[in-house]
């Protein structure tokens, strides 16, 4: 399975972006899809994920209620919307998928099989 991530770019605060990420190769077998991020000088951490059916989600607190995350299993896509972003919101976000169907949305890195390049986010304050 091989990952594409796009829709980063430099935005103001209070705008909005649309992450994508186009999945191709044996997806048959992904579940769970999620993104996450990493700042300088920080840790890689969860932004959001997915289940396989699309009917669980989950989100880290710090963009729950600004962002959603959606995915066409027949497009074989997932995407991130975040909105009122903030300069701290700022990261290299990666989107991710886990091998298997699944129905618990995963969070920890660990957890995932397949990694996309990253897509650089820059909230300017």
């Known amino acids: 399975v091989q990952l594409q991530a796009s829709g980063g770019g430099l935005v103001q605060a209070g705008d909005s972006l649309r992450l994508s990420c186009a999945a191709s190769g044996r997806t048959i077998s992904m579940g769970t899809m999620g993104w996450f991020r990493q700042a300088p000088g920080k840790e890689r951490e969860f932004v959001a994920g997915i289940n396989w059916s699309g009917g669980s989600t989950s989100f880290t607190d710090s963009v729950m209620g600004r962002s959603t995350i959606s995915r066409d299993n027949v497009k074989k896509t997932v995407n991130l919307q975040m909105n009122s972003l903030k300069p701290e919101d700022t990261a290299v976000y990666y989107c991710?998928?886990?091998?298997?169907?699944?129905?618990?949305?995963?969070?920890?890195?660990?957890?995932?099989?397949?990694w996309g390049q990253g897509t650089q986010v820059t909230v300017s304050s």
């Open positions: 991710a998928a886990v091998r298997g169907i699944d129905t618990v949305v995963k969070e920890a890195a660990t957890d995932y099989d397949y």
